[in-house]
């Protein structure tokens, strides 16, 4: 995939600053309201030795002795004396004072620790949806970004596929019109005409497949497809082609193997993968088909150029081939991920395998059988 490390540095940068500046503001914004709310306290605090002070001063200027305890006029506060109230003058001259209650305080407390706990967590979570909303911002960023460079390449390899048959068939038929070649040699080139319109017609219909099943109310047929036949009839086809017999098909078919399936779908799979074997060098492709209770199997071997073993999920996305793969190659890479979708469509599944470069390729597709066993 080719690069873009300015736009995609920027927006790091961009998005990072963000990330750095929400945090800062965060933060500032939590020590601001916690101190607003401890400097609440405080003045609370100070209101209420305001008021005792002056119900005190009250007291004394009437020159009464209030009894101990919780103060009667205002249930806020509490009465501390070393003497209990009498008429004589000692007693009222006793020491006593006004002050508030310790559960008064409490209470104030338990009050304002409850609004920094409520603080806290309101700014935890809006600081969280904030950094969520910015990652996702990001994500979409960079994802449109890879979409863009993704439809880029796959435009402009999808244009020189279709261009480079055109131009082969074109020639061929202008080296005809004009009269200019051998009789002898009208055959030869009138099999490679046919080659690049196979080509053409294979990569036509791989790009109306994947525009298909972008369509989310896209759906298959379900019928019963001779797997083992399906399998016949494309090793004929492949050999009947021009350059058929430059590769060696091989097939096995144990027993007869129904599968629940749209044939169409399933005929563009197999075609998909006997390309994908001939096109990365296979020149000698086996294919077997067999099943078990609810399943039918059918692989397919190459001795091709084969992949890395951590490239097995890798191939099948679409839109995109391995380097080692791609140098020299033709190919839009949609056949592998078409196949594996239509699979998941049928209920089934594409796995790929191999045991490195150069030691060829294996691919096993797996679907629901048409009729179960009776012993299932």
């Known amino acids: 995939m080719r690069p873009v490390p300015a736009v995609r540095d920027h927006a790091t940068v961009i998005f990072t600053a963000a990330i750095v500046l929400l945090i800062v503001l965060s933060s500032w914004w939590l020590v601001f309201f916690s101190r607003a709310i401890a400097n609440e306290n405080d003045m609370m605090r100070r209101n209420l030795a305001d008021a005792s002070h002056l119900h005190a001063l009250r007291l004394r200027v009437a020159r009464k002795v209030p009894p101990p305890g919780v103060f009667l006029t205002d249930g806020r506060f509490e009465v501390i004396s070393e003497a209990a109230p009498g008429p004589d003058i000692a007693v009222i001259r006793a020491p006593w004072t006004l002050q508030p209650r310790r559960a008064t305080l409490r209470a104030l407390d338990a009050h304002y620790s409850g609004r920094r706990r409520m603080l806290l967590g309101e700014g935890v979570l809006l600081t969280g949806l904030l950094l969520s909303v910015v990652a996702m911002l990001y994500r979409l960023v960079r994802a449109e970004r890879r979409f863009s460079d993704e439809m880029e390449q796959f435009l402009s390899r999808v244009t020189h596929e279709m ?66 036949q399906l399998l016949r009839d494309v090793v004929a086809h492949r050999r009947d082609l021009p350059g058929g017999a430059d590769v060696s098909f091989s097939l096995d078919v144990q027993g007869t193997v129904a599968i629940l399936g749209d044939p169409a779908a399933l005929r563009s799979i197999v075609d998909n993968l006997v390309d994908n074997a001939v096109k990365y060098g296979g020149r000698t492709v086996s294919m077997t088909v067999d099943s078990d209770k609810k399943s039918g199997f059918f692989r397919i071997n190459d001795d091709g150029m084969g992949f890395a073993p951590d490239l097995a999920e890798a191939i099948f996305t679409p839109f995109q081939r391995t380097n080692h793969a791609a140098r020299g190659r033709q190919g839009t890479g949609l056949g592998l991920h078409i196949s594996r979708t239509l699979a998941t469509r049928m209920d089934g599944h594409v796995t790929a395998s191999s045991r490195g470069e150069g030691l060829g390729a294996r691919f096993e597709v797996a679907l629901p059988l048409a009729v179960p066993t009776a012993s299932d």
């Open 163 to 228: 261009k480079t048959p055109l131009a082969g068939i074109k020639a061929v038929l202008q080296v005809v019109e004009g009269g200019r070649v051998p009789a002898a040699q009208v055959p030869m080139l009138a099999s490679k005409a046919l080659r690049e319109v196979e080509r053409e017609h294979q990569l036509i219909q791989n790009l109306l497949l994947a525009q298909r099943m972008r369509q989310p109310g896209a759906l298959l047929v379900r019928e019963s497809v001779d797997m083992g």
